[in-house]
């Protein structure tokens, strides 16, 4: 992904080589590279269109969405976005059309809102660890073992601990934001984990790689779906999905109300949602897919069928866009921070 701001725009010409094609306009927070097996299968059904894809930041993407619906009406006609809370203030605040497909009644409940915001991936928070460093170790199972871990291994496992830096990270903050919903205790274990030294950071390949290398030896609430693209190039690379409960969140897509395009922002959705779109995104683009009739490994079904009501995805909806509020934000930092220092 390219620096806030930077222009990030890749044109993807129709396979029919006409010049008179018709342009879907994406913004979207996946890697361009990433997204290219999604593309190539929609303009395969679709020849005739060009896409035009600008890979941002989610941040960047909420700020396009509303200067250019308010000063010129005409915006991207399909936004992706990990930014759960964002994507949802789009449709809370009328930025966002409604969107009903044939797969719409079929949809999780929780994974739409209003029939305008719907997540498209399942992706867990998880912990990773060094393998190397843990051979005749017990390895935690639940966030009390892992408190425990903290306090008991003290000297080895000092300054040796990641996790995302909530106030830099978005999505440090949603997966903590969820933690203090379903573990009361959530702040003895930062308090823990500020005891411990842990080392912050915005990003999550920043803490895997010092992960995979022996650097580090665990990382605390990391994205799944970038752990297990991870596993597969660095074999000392460990996932360990808590059994207490584990978290999930999803990519959201919304087609905006401003989009020129809208017909074909809507039918790259219905793609992106399809059977054969998300087995794709499961096993090219390596992201969980959602839909429930998608099966196999990489799958919300399987991951179901494995862990059951450990599970807690996040639901797509208001309650997303409570910690926007400036003050409440404000009083959730302060409260990391004073747990942090151990106070």
Do not use: C
Not at 46 to 67: A, C, W
Not at 164 to 187: K, P, T, V
Not at 209 to 232: H, K, Q, T
């Amino acid at each position: 992904m390219l620096p806030f701001g930077a222009s990030a725009e890749t044109l993807f010409p129709a396979l029919n080589g006409e010049g008179d094609s018709r342009f879907l306009k994406v913004y979207s927070s996946l890697d361009e590279d990433a997204s290219k097996p999604l593309i190539a299968a929609f303009q395969k059904e679709n020849p005739d269109v060009s896409v035009r894809y600008n890979d941002l930041q989610s941040l960047e993407i909420y700020e396009r969405v509303i200067r250019e619906t308010d000063e010129d009406n005409s915006t991207a006609d399909l936004v992706f976005s990990s930014a759960m809370d964002l994507q949802v203030k789009l449709v809370n605040d009328g930025y966002a059309q409604t969107v009903r497909n044939s797969l719409s009644s079929n949809w999780p409940n929780w994974a739409q809102w209003r029939s305008a915001a719907y997540g498209l991936t399942f992706e867990p928070s998880v912990v990773v660890y060094h393998k190397p460093s843990f051979i005749g170790r017990s390895l935690p199972e639940n966030r009390s073992d892992l408190a425990a871990l903290l306090k008991s291994d003290e000297t080895r496992l000092y300054g040796k601990i990641a996790t995302y830096d909530i106030e830099r990270s978005g999505l440090g903050f949603l997966f903590l934001a969820r933690d203090q919903e379903h573990n009361r205790a959530i702040w003895d274990l930062v308090t823990t984990l500020g005891e411990a030294g842990v080392k912050l950071y915005s990003n999550s390949s920043a803490i895997l790689e010092r992960v995979a290398d022996g650097r580090f030896l665990m990382g605390y609430n990391i994205l799944g779906s970038y752990a297990e693209s991870w596993v597969l190039k660095h074999p000392d690379l460990g996932i360990i999905m808590l059994k207490d409960y584990t978290v999930v969140m999803s990519r959201i897509a919304l087609i905006p109300k401003a989009a020129r395009n809208a017909d074909l922002g809507k039918a790259f959705l219905a793609f992106l949602m399809s059977e054969k779109g998300q087995t794709i995104m499961a096993k090219e683009v390596k992201l969980p897919a959602l839909n429930p009739n998608v099966t196999g490994k990489n799958t919300a079904v399987a991951m179901r069928e494995r862990l059951g009501s450990q599970l807690r995805p996040i639901t797509i909806g208001p309650g997303l866009i409570a910690y926007l509020d400036q003050v409440k934000r404000a009083r959730f930092l302060s409260r990391w921070n004073a747990a942090l220092r151990g106070n």
